[in-house]
């Protein structure tokens, strides 16, 4: 545990220093705060509208949550989908072309304590990246009346989305030395779990419920909507351990060939 | 304290080393010399537990370096050719993270820091970014990430290399100061290092070890250059006539093709 947190404690400085993570947390709250802002405007808008109307029954139904928040973290969503393969593209890619890696490799260090370095980095990295975004409820709270458990339950399922796409890309990045193949297939990846449920969407039956099983943005709607059910932890955190047994399995198979 | 013992390792088809043995006392510089593409990087890989061998094991104060993995790559400081440097990451950074990934404790840390930064004379770029460093310097500050834990046991692969005389002198003293009390493994295609700080000799050639001897127990007279393209010929002596036939058959298909 303390080799994982020596990796992670380097990938972090790094991620700073290059400055991979300004970047990148510079992205995200800008398109974030874009989204939020439309999104405000239009609830603006229609309240306006309905008040006009002079129909209280309309502006009853308004709600804060459902016409601003779950719009907004399902943008986010999509954000993540974007920038999540840039964190992770470096994170085994670059080590193997710069030579860095035999000295991981070589130290007494176990194949698992690196990859959880590595994805400890990375998450922290995506926790901060939602803590700050959590400017945007924050202005709700202080301005409005939203429900903040709904608001809470779907920015855990906004990290535990990240943490999963994290996932995904520590596998790509493992399985090449060039960080733009990491970085197409771990996108690749992240965009098929997003659409993977389309074709389920007309039919019924088995086939199609396993397809909508498997589809991130199933899951991470409900917790949206403030649902917290097992079965959608469950999921995420499959994906989670899958994806980082195939990393380790990837980084071990130097060691077979 | 070092001992090869039958390694052979293969990529697909293409055979990278053979059948390579030979052993390395404590207190004992051995050169390991060949040709480029020899195997030497190879062999050092898998001494360093890098990636295993196909067959064949190695044995590292005792410790197997692939089953007893962990505890023999504990003992072991290894160079790979190109210094395994973190670019924006400063000097004595990096140096720390080198001694930590080891096991080094906070305690010692700072003293092991400051030890290899005087050994390896960092101190005027301790805080420089690895990235910006010559080529000289990169190679030092590779080898101080090296030896911090004071490892028993060191594999530099081609540690001079690109070096200037200077640097090359330096480290070269280095090396010798460093094997008095540890067993060093150090490939090179230069063959005056080698009767300058080894003590024994292992030459290796399209993958197998043609010769190991103790410097001084070759034959009196004969240079270490006599010795190493004696040992290389005899190998491309039949090699050479193979391929030759090889031609011949060729020539003779086109001859008759026409």
């Known amino acids: 545990m303390r080799n994982a947190l020596v990796i992670a404690g380097r990938e972090i400085a790094a991620y700073f220093v290059q400055p991979i993570a300004y970047v990148v947390m510079t992205v995200f709250l800008l398109l974030g705060g874009w989204f939020f802002f439309a999104l405000l405007r239009r609830f603006d808008l229609i309240q306006q509208m309905y008040l006009a109307m002079q129909n209280p029954a ?30 992770t593209m470096r994170s085994f890619a670059e080590e193997k072309r710069s030579g860095t890696y035999e000295l991981l490799l070589t130290a007494p260090v176990r194949t698992g304590e690196v990859v959880a370095g590595k994805f400890i980095a990375a998450a922290v990295l995506i926790l901060v990246m939602v803590v700050l975004a ?18 809470a339950s779907g920015y ?12 995904v890309g520590l596998f790509t990045s493992s399985v090449t030395q060039n960080q733009i193949i990491a970085a197409i297939s771990c996108f690749g990846a992240l965009l098929l779990l997003y659409v993977i449920s389309w074709p389920a969407e007309t039919g ?20 949206v909507r403030g649902i917290i059910s097992t079965k959608d932890i469950v999921y995420f955190l499959s994906v989670i351990a899958v994806a980082l047994f195939l990393t380790q399995r990837s980084v071990e198979s130097v060691r077979w060939r | ?16 080393i053979k059948d390579v043995s030979f052993q390395a006392k404590k207190g004992q510089i051995l050169g390991f010399l060949g040709p480029n593409g020899a195997g030497k990087t190879t062999t050092m890989r898998i001494i360093s537990g890098f990636m295993p061998a ?28 190109n210094p395994p440097l973190y670019n924006e990451m400063r000097v004595e950074a990096y140096l720390r993270f080198a001694g930590k990934l080891r096991g080094l404790s906070r305690g010692d840390l700072d003293a ?9 004379g960092l101190r005027e770029v301790s805080s420089r970014i690895c990235g910006q460093l010559s080529k000289g310097y990169r190679q030092r500050v590779g080898l101080a990430g090296a030896i911090i834990h004071e490892p028993q046991v060191l594999i530099l692969d081609e540690p001079t290399i690109g070096l200037d005389p200077r640097q090359i002198r330096d480290i070269r003293a280095l090396i010798r100061e460093l094997g008095a009390n540890r067993t060093i493994v150090l490939s090179t295609h230069i063959l005056p290092e ?18 190991e001897e103790a410097l001084d127990q070759l034959p009196a007279g004969t240079s270490l250059e006599d010795v190493f393209l004696n040992a290389i010929a005899r190998e491309r002596g039949h090699e050479d006539t193979e391929a030759e036939e090889e031609l011949e058959e060729v020539g003779a298909g086109r001859s008759s093709a026409q």
């Not at chain 1, 855990?156 to 996932?167: D, E, K, R, W």
């Open chain 1, 58 to 87: 309309m502006l009853q139904r308004m709600n804060l949550n459902q016409m601003v928040i779950e719009p907004l973290l399902h943008n986010m969503a999509i954000v993540l989908v974007i920038l999540v393969p840039a964190i």
């Open chain 1, 134 to 151: 959590a400017i945007f409820p924050l202005i709700l709270v202080l301005f409005g009346n939203p429900e903040i458990g709904v608001m």
């Open chain 1, 156 to 167: 855990l399922g906004l990290i535990f989305l990240g943490l999963a796409f994290v996932a």
């Open chain 1, 204 to 223: 019924g039956g088995t086939w199609s419920g396993f397809l909508r099983y498997l589809s991130l943005p199933e899951h991470f709607a409900t917790m």
């Open chain 2, 1 to 16: 304290m070092i001992e090869v013992k039958n390694l052979t390792k293969i990529y697909g088809t293409f055979v990278a």
């Open chain 2, 54 to 81: 196909t067959a064949g094991t190695v044995l590292v104060d005792g410790l197997d370096i692939f089953t007893q993995s962990l505890e023999a790559r504990r003992r072991i400081g290894y160079l790979p050719e």
């Open chain 2, 112 to 120: 092991a820091v400051e030890h290899v930064l005087e050994v390896c």
């Open chain 2, 194 to 211: 080698v009767s300058q700080i080894c003590d024994k000799v292992v030459i290796i050639n399209e993958g197998h070890v043609v010769l």
